[in-house]
């Protein structure tokens, strides 16, 4: 089955850095990645969406200068978070939509990242 | 390793029918366990969680239930409408990662 690879899992920073997480799809090209995050105890939250060549589109209250997502081809989207506070702190996730028959109605999700400003 | 199962894979109901979903996971050393949805081309959407303490959360005609011990949870769709048609998936969390079900495809016929 079709597989996303999303790493790194875990990150710890400073706050004030920036911390970069990519989104791989491994065996299909990815038309289309969405960004969530999830604070503890709390639902998936949809961040933004990317489609490959484009510029993302986020959704309300999300800032686009904070979160810088990338989607430079169809095998790799990368979420920055730039500036990193320690509200930043979350588990954020990436899923993938294929372009072929196979895969184009169907989501693949990364394993998460679990991000920790201090 | 955790894995989650979705039954039936696929489900054709007629409109105003009850219905429900199921997910198992193997491993009951959960956080909390979700129910999405997900509409052709679009995100995903949450549309309950339930806590591992918890046994069922309800919202509107949506009600899940969770039996942490056996590792099974339902999502119970009441009078179900031609918009309710969608995949719905289930993800257990286990504190460090998301696992999630294949998903059940769901057609509700007008």
């Known amino acids: 089955g079709a597989v996303v690879s999303q790493h790194p899992s875990r990150v710890i920073c400073k706050s004030g850095t920036s911390v970069k997480i990519e989104c791989r799809s491994l065996d299909f090209q990815a038309t289309t990645m969405f960004w969530y995050r999830q604070f503890p105890k709390q639902s998936l939250m949809l961040m933004a969406t990317?489609?490959?060549?484009?510029?993302?589109?986020?959704e309300q209250g999300v800032e686009k200068d904070k979160f810088l997502i990338n989607h430079a081809s169809l095998t790799l989207s990368t979420l920055t978070v730039t500036s990193a506070h320690p509200e930043d702190s979350s588990f954020y996730i990436c899923s993938a939509r294929g372009e072929d028959g196979a895969t184009n109605e169907k989501l693949f999700f990364g394993s998460g990242t679990q991000l920790s400003v201090l | 390793k955790q894995e989650v199962t979705q039954i039936p894979a696929a489900l054709s109901v007629p409109e105003g029918e009850n219905l429900v979903l199921n997910c198992s996971f193997t491993d009951s050393a959960i956080y909390n366990l979700q129910w999405f949805r997900q509409d052709p081309g679009k995100g995903l959407t949450s549309l309950l969680l339930i806590q591992s303490s918890q046994r069922e959360q309800t919202s509107g005609r949506l009600n899940a239930s969770l039996d942490k011990s056996s590792g099974r949870s339902t999502l119970y769709i009441a009078a179900s409408q031609p918009g309710d048609s969608a995949t719905y998936l289930c993800a257990v969390y286990d504190g460090n990662q998301f696992y999630f079900g294949t998903g059940t495809s769901l057609t509700v016929i007008p």
């Open positions: 990317s489609n490959e060549g484009s510029k993302a589109t986020y």
